[in-house]
């Protein structure tokens, strides 16, 4: 079983919340640093059902950019610079002998760069969309068996509009944003859906707390048949409900740390434990 690299881009990115700001200023950034990890040992098959697989795990390390070229068009990046598919030796519940040797790969894992316009810039309203381009720079075929993979081989096309207000919850500042999506694939795997919700909310002026919710559904559109036991993080025909929380802490007016947390709530062909991250992020305003 493998999972699409565009859904780990959507665990990632869930990692990247906006915090209330839809299109930067020209001039304007936002600059992140962060260490994304995963440890499954089962995953949801493509009926739905949780089943085992040999633990495997994926690690990353990402940088994720947003830059202001006017006070409508911002460019989007997503590098993650170093990528590790790993899996440890698997010994026998009988005999403690072992019986599987483990197996690691390091590389560079898929690239995504995209562009975002500002439909809509008021102060009770904001509408954007975005395209986003999924390079497959990645390695969609490391390890003895091919299925310990940094990325999926095929290029992808995102394109989504996102809307979002802000208001008050008693005295703090918060949010609320939701997108529709649709991601192109090609290389025979089949097109997506997408839906999302994000609520935000401040605590002492340098605390931002936010929930995100994420909704992937497969068109069932593509030939491409990408499946095996053990999990990864490709494939076909995925789907998944996935919930995300990050807190993200101001250290100074633009520095600051994060941690998040997130997991697949329901899904098909998805791992079905959950991953987190740490990160460092400067704020250009």
Request: glycine share 10%; charged share 15%.
């Amino acid at each position: 079983m493998r999972i699409s690299p565009l859904v780990l881009f959507v665990f990632l990115v869930s990692s990247h919340l906006s915090f209330g700001q839809w299109t930067r200023k020209a001039g304007d950034g936002y600059y992140k640093l962060s260490a994304w990890y995963l440890e499954a040992d089962q995953h949801f098959s493509d009926t739905g059902e949780i089943e085992p697989n040999t633990t495997r795990s994926q690690f990353n390390i990402n940088l994720y950019a947003e830059y202001g070229l006017t006070d409508r068009w911002n460019l989007i990046g997503y590098i993650p610079f170093f990528a590790r598919a790993h899996q440890d030796d698997v010994f026998s519940g009988i005999t403690n002998e072992p019986i599987a040797e483990g197996e690691s790969v390091n590389s560079i894992g898929d690239i995504d760069l995209g562009v975002t316009y500002g439909i809509i810039k008021k102060d009770a309203l904001a509408v954007s969309a975005t395209l986003l381009f999924g390079i497959p720079s990645g390695n969609d075929s490391g390890g003895i068996d091919g299925t310990f993979q940094t990325g999926d081989g095929e290029f992808n096309q995102l394109l989504k509009v996102d809307a979002g207000t802000p208001f008050n919850i008693g005295n703090h500042p918060s949010y609320a944003k939701t997108y529709l999506g649709f991601n192109n694939r090609t290389q025979d795997f089949s097109d997506e859906l997408r839906v999302g919700a994000e609520l935000g909310i401040q605590f002492f002026n340098s605390l931002w707390v936010a929930g995100k919710l994420d909704v992937v559904q497969s068109l069932q559109n593509g030939s491409l048949n990408v499946q095996n036991d053990q999990g990864s993080l490709f494939a076909n025909n995925i789907e998944f409900v996935g919930l995300s929380f990050e807190a993200a802490y101001y250290i100074t007016p633009k520095l600051g740390v994060s941690a998040t947390y997130g997991t697949a709530l329901d899904g098909r062909i998805i791992y079905a434990d959950p991953s987190f991250a740490v990160g460092v992020f400067l704020d250009v305003k």
